[in-house]
Nanobody
Framework: QVQLVESGGDLVQPGGSLRLSCAASGIIFSGYPMGWYRQAPGKQRALVASITAGGGTNYIESVKGRFTISRDNAKNTVYLQMNSLKPDDTAVYYC????????WGQGTQVTVSS
């Protein structure tokens, strides 16, 4: 059974940094592209960044140069390093396979506010 557990969210001031982690189980993690998604209040969940099985990365325009997605296949974990955070980054962040598949994890809340 697939399980995704996100962690690392917090309240942070604008300009601050956070590192999100997502531990996956129940899948052959190393074989899947993975993604970080976010859902802001009143908006649909959307992809933020993705990483291929081989480590190639892609980002949405608004986070390029600020966010870095990475993976550790030995730990079945995908990370999202977020720097220079802005209030618009406030959302619940989720990881999933890319393209996404059910189930989703519980997500981790990131709030950027002074």
């Amino acid at each position: 059974q697939v399980q995704l557990v996100e962690s690392g969210g917090d309240l942070v001031q604008p300009g601050g940094s956070l590192r999100l982690s997502c531990a996956a189980s129940g899948i052959i993690f190393s074989g899947y592209p993975m993604g970080w998604y976010r859902q802001a209040p009143g908006k649909q969940r959307a992809l933020v960044a993705s990483i291929t099985a081989g480590g190639g990365t892609n980002y949405i325009e608004s986070v390029k140069g600020r966010f870095t997605i990475s993976r550790d296949n030995a730990k079945n974990t995908v990370y999202l390093q977020m720097n220079s955070l802005k209030p618009d980054d406030t959302a619940v962040y989720y990881c999933n396979r890319y393209p996404s598949q059910s189930p989703w994890g519980q997500g981790t809340q990131v709030t950027v506010s002074s």
